[in-house]
Structure formats: structure tokens, C-alpha cells
């Protein structure tokens, strides 16, 4: 019993998800339903895995404002290699690999080209937005009829043992991510990175090549998610992600992250991202209008930050 | 201690008595008198660490002095709470990283925060460029004071700052190591402006380390040594010898343990070392030896340290370690071949304050706790942390407790320790022993020791002059970025130190 109040009182985020989901389950009985739940989750997991990349960039001491602009473009190329009726066993790959390269040009422009991450990443939102209206010519790409497309649409839509695929693929990468962070050196370093560059190079680490690689997670992550929104839509659209870097931004920073960097854990992040959702969720359920949403949304996320300031203050 | 008889309060320009200051339990001024007449240039010299700059932040009200002690400026009782009193007052002091901005014009940086107005409320920029062309014109410089600051030599960089001063209608101005970045023509420059400002009266406090300096400039001289004023006099009635006597005159107790070793092979070899701040340096040492390094600050020996680690780029040379050329491009460079810097700066280099005693511990050495997949062996991780924390004794709550909450000399055994995970052949210690109490630093100076009785190669850098003295087997005396002195253990002193440091 004293180490569950222990472990709740480290995790205050965890605790305002169970005090909402109680409220929310009071107020409306429709809320703590499998199938609404399982929906949470579902419109969740592609905030939640953007923003596991957004953790690691934060951790790192960064920023990374074109995660939306790279799901969109990613998504675009990945609807068109479908719609040309490639496998999707080759499609998603490549979209991912691109998505990648994105991230880690945006870390070489940070990292050896010495460009503050809200610039540098600024920078590549804005261009990759234009590129994305460039491929798409503005216009949505559906991924067609073909047999890849009917694969393709699984990834999105499909369910894996009653559980949508989107559940799976963020679960899978939140374990993954969480592994790599907590027990590898990778993971130690991008702590070491955010806590204090100048002693991480001292220690023999090569921060230039960590960010790279930072970024480039990153940017597969993001694309990894405009896999699977277009997937689920069946179409790439040119605007698709916009704003979503401030949802991402938003979980981690719910979820306990110090934005300056070297403090949170992945755990958090999810945390805050199943916050945000049930938020969503419940005001959707409440048939609150999506204007006063946004103001809701707002004061949650204030509330949780100052809570979190308080506690480290 | 200080000689003469009290002499009158009356007549001083500024007049300080019992000036007491400490920092977190630790004595840094203690009882100091200071005082100047208008029109005289008094030399304020000392040791690092003396308490010097503390005197000064005094003075300018950037720090309160603890015990209650008088302070008259301009024949008034005064007493500072913060910089812009004693501003306000008349006393200005030109820092040695000068506080200018870059981008703006001479003009503007003289006049910054108190621009003139005409009469509509905006700023008058015809009479800012003409009154600083006065104040210049009054130094002797012809400088444009339209140019952007930043476009100007360092020499002339100082005298809009002196020009600023005047602008304050400064009566007392502080110098604080005036002449360290100025070539031989603008210091003389510099000495013409200080001898016409004692001639319209201003009173000046000249902080320097170059002795030979405050024989030409100045009238009188104060001497601090750890926090005590030990000389006040004229400048007339000493030689540099006495000075340096004065300076340094502390006797060496058996606080330093020094421990004989046969002496092993040669382990590092340092030629014709070039990069940063470091110039043409050569040497070499062995193992199971204490090599010091002595020097004023910016002497350039922390930059030879890092030089020698990799972490800043070489210029020319080469370093050898157990007789192979280690290319040193990068501190991981430095750290596969078996050379361990310990940074001087603990909380912006050292360690990661707000992170654990574990993962800082293990941070450089990671590499070698770390499986397939880069998966960190966390068994192995603790095992290593933990035989290193019973054998340097660090107290602390458990390994998982942040570093910023161990007192300094806890701090420093971490990072001695994060270093030595790393197995090294060569150890640098940058100043292992700054803000650490006695007590933690008996006990460091025991593990410095055992490292060299296990026949590494360490190289010591310190302003502590007993420490320097007490525990190195040779003494390497750097100034300017080049050496200066070579002295052995039997033979070194600290005023042959000083006369090197000071060349």
C-alpha cells in the first residue's frame, strides 16, 4: 500500500488521469464502454507515437516543430508508392527510411551546423509543407483500389486480435522506445545530452552524431504516423498533421518532461497523451463545442504543468 | 599585520575598515581596511583566491559584507545594497571581460540606459554623439563614436568604457586586470590616460599580476592574502621581492601528504603542443609521477589540459601516451587512449548536477558496461559504482541521490571516480581540490596518491600553491600559454613560482 501511494505520488500525471477518467465515467455513462475506450485509444496512438519521438528530442534539450509536416509528406509519398500498387511490405519501409533522412538532416543542421532546434525545425516545417503541396499538387492522393491499397488500409483500420492495429503499433513502440531509453546507451546518452552538453562531450560523447540520430527517430516516428492516418483514410491529404507537433509538445510536457531538457521519462509522455485523448473524448461525449475545447484542452494542460512545477520547486 | 598608526577618516577618498565576508561558512575577508585618497593609484594585488574580487563586488555593492563595518566614500557614510548605488555614488569599475555591447555604437554604449532626451521625449542623438566625442577627446582617442563597439581594438574597447565612467562622473574607477588582453602601445596609452585621471583627482584601484606594472603606475599597494589585508604601503618602499614575500608568505604544514615513487617509464609525451591558448608547449612524464602545473589564471594551463584530452582542437604538435601517437580530434579521442580529464568547473563541465551519482558515475565509461545492442549491464553498472563509492567514502543517500545535493568535496570524488572508471593511464586534474573543504581535501589528496602508487600518470593543476608544492614530484610553471619554469620538487619555491608566473 505505502509503495503504491509512493509510486502515485512520483507520477502526479498518472493520478490526474484516474481522478478524469472517474469524473468523465461519472458524468457520462457511455464514456467507460469497451468500444469507447478501445476508440480513445485508437484516436491516441498517433498522437502518442509522434510524440515518444517528441520525448526523446525534448529529453535531448531540442525541439521538433516539423513532426506534422512530416507525417504529411511521408503520408503523401507512401499513398502515392501504394496508389502505384508497390507492396506495402516495400511502401511503408521506405516511407519510414524517409522520414528518417528528413529527421537527421534537421539534427545535422542543429547538431554540426550549431542552428537552434526551434529554427532549424521551424524551418524544416515550413518547407516540407510546401514540398508536401508540391507532391500532392494540393490535392489529396488516394491510395486506389489495388491489392496493396486493401492491405495497406489494415494498418490503419485493421484489427489485430479485436485490438485496432494503430493500438498495437503505438503499444509496440512506446516498448520499444522505452527500452532503448531506460537500458541502452543510446537511451543514457540523449539524458546526458539535455542535462548538459558541455559535460556529455567531455565524458567522450559525440553530441553532433547523437542529435542526428535523435532527430532522425524522430522523423521515422512521425512518419510512421502518417502511415497510419493515411492508412485509416485511405488518402494522403496535403494539410494532414498541422498542429500535431503541439499535441505531441503538449503530452510530453503533461506527461512530466522538463522542456530543458535531461529530465522525464517515456512513461510520463504516455501518460499525457491518454490525457489528452480522454479529454478529447469526454468533451466530445459531452457535446461540448469544439471552440470551448480548445479552451479546456488549454487549462488542462496549464493545470498539469504548474502542478509539475510546483513539485520540483 | 597592516603597519602605521590609524590615521584620520578625513581626507579619504574611500574609506573602508573590518571588512568581513564569508560564503557558505567559508572565510573570505576578514577585518580588511581599505582606503584611498583622491588623486592616488593604489594597486590591489593577491593571490587567486585571496579575495580580491570579493573586496571589490564590496565596494561596487554587488555583495553585502557580513560584519558590520564602516564605509565612507567622499567623506559620507555609505552604505550599498546594490550596484546602482554605488554607481550613483561615483564609483565605477571597468571589469576584465568588459561589459559592452558589440553591436552598438560607441555612442550609445557610453550613454546605455541613460540616454539624453530633447524635448519631445525622444533620444537626442546629436548630443550623445557630441558629449562622447568630448569624453573621448578628453582620453586622447579619436575613436568614431558612431562605430559599432565591436569593431574596435580591445585597447580601444576600454576606453569607451573608461569614457563611460567619466560619463558617470565616476570619482573612484577600478581596473581589474586592465592590460591582460592589450598590446605593449595601448597599455602605455592606458597608463597616460590612468596618470591624467590621479592628475584631476579621480582616485583609481589598479587589480593586477603584473608586478612590474605597479611599479611604473601606481603610488601604493594592498596586499590581500587569504582574505587578510597583509601589507598597505607606499610602492616607493618595496622591491619586487618583497612584494612577492608578501604575496605568498604562507607557510606549508604537513597538510600535504607527499608520497616518494620510484619513478616508472615515460607514460606521456607532449611536443610542441599548440592550439587555443596554448603555445609550443613540450614535456614529458612518468608513470607513478605528480607532474604541477603552476600559473596565474589564464595562464593557459586548464587550456593545455583540455588540448591534451582532445577537446580542443591542436594546432600544431603531437602527444604520445606509453609511446604511441594518440590523434586528438575530439574528447572520445582522448578517452580511448587511456587519458582522463577531470574539469576545474564541476557544475558546468564536471558532472550533471540535477542526474544521479550513478549515471554520472559510469557516464564516460559506459562503453565498456554495455553488452550487445548497446544495452547497458546494469549488474555491472552498480557493481563498479558501488566499489567506487566505498573506496573514495562518499557520503550521499544511495547512488540514485542527484549529484547537486552532495557538498563539493563529494562532488569532486564523483567526478575523480568517473574519470578513473575509465581506467586510465594518464589522469589531468584541474584544480581537484577548488571549493572543497579541508577535510574532503586530505582525504582527495590520499586518493591522488594511491593513483600514482598504482603507477599512473597524473598531471596536477592548481592555483593552490602549498597543494602544488606539497604533493608534485616536478613543477612546470606556465604563463602566456607557453612554460616558463621548470623547477624539481627539491628546488621549487613559491616566489621562483611567482617570478615565472609573472614573467
Redo the contacts between chains.
Sequence with gaps: MTTLIRFLSRNKPLVGLIVLMAAVAVMSPSFLTVDNLLNILRQTSINAVIAVGMTYVILSGGIDLSVGSVLAFCGAVCAWLVAGDLSIWLAIPLSLLLGAGLGAVNGIVIGTGGVQPFVATLVAMTMLRGATLVFTDGRPITTGTGAAADAFWSVGGGYLLGIPVPVVVAAVVFAVCGLVLT????G??T??VG??E?????????VNLEKTTIYALSGLLAALAGVILTARLESAQPTAGAGYELDAIAAVVVGGTSLSG??GTLFGTLVGALIIGVLNNALNLMDVSSYYQMIAKGAVILLAVLADSRKSS | MAEGVMEPQSGFLLDLQGVGKGFNGVTVLDGVDFRLRAGEVMALIGENGAGKSTLMRIITGIVQPDSASAMTFRGQSVKFTAPRHAIDAGIAMIHQELNLLPHLSVADNIWLGREPRNRLGLIDRGRMRREAKALLERLRQTIDPDRPVGSLSVGQQQMVEIARALSLNAELIIMDEPTDALTDVETAVLFEVIRSLRADGKGIVYISHRLGEIFALCDSVTVLRDGHMVHRGAVADLDEAALIRHMVGRSITDQYPYLPCPAGPERLAVEDLSAEGVNGVSFTAAGGEILGFAGLMGAGRTKLGKAI?G?SRLRAGSVRVDGAEVRLR???D???AGIA?V?EDRK????????SIR?NMS??A??QL?GP????R?GDERTAVDRFMAAFSVKAHGIGAEVRTLSGGNQQKISLA?ALMLSPKVVILDEPTRGVDVGARREIYGLINDLKAKGLCILLMSSDMPELLGLSDRILVMAGGRITGRFGRDEATQEKIMACAIA
Design positions: 537500458r541502452t546507451r543510446f543514457r546518452y539524458y546526458a542535462g548538459n558541455v559535460v556529455a562531450r567531455l565524458s567522450g560523447i559525440r535531461g529530465k | 584530452f577537446a575530439h574528447p572520445r582522448g578517452v580511448a580529464y574539469p558546468a563541465e564536471g558532472l550533471i548536477q540535477a542526474h549515471t557516464l564516460a559506459l562503453t554495455c545492442g548497446g544495452v547497458v546494469q568517473k
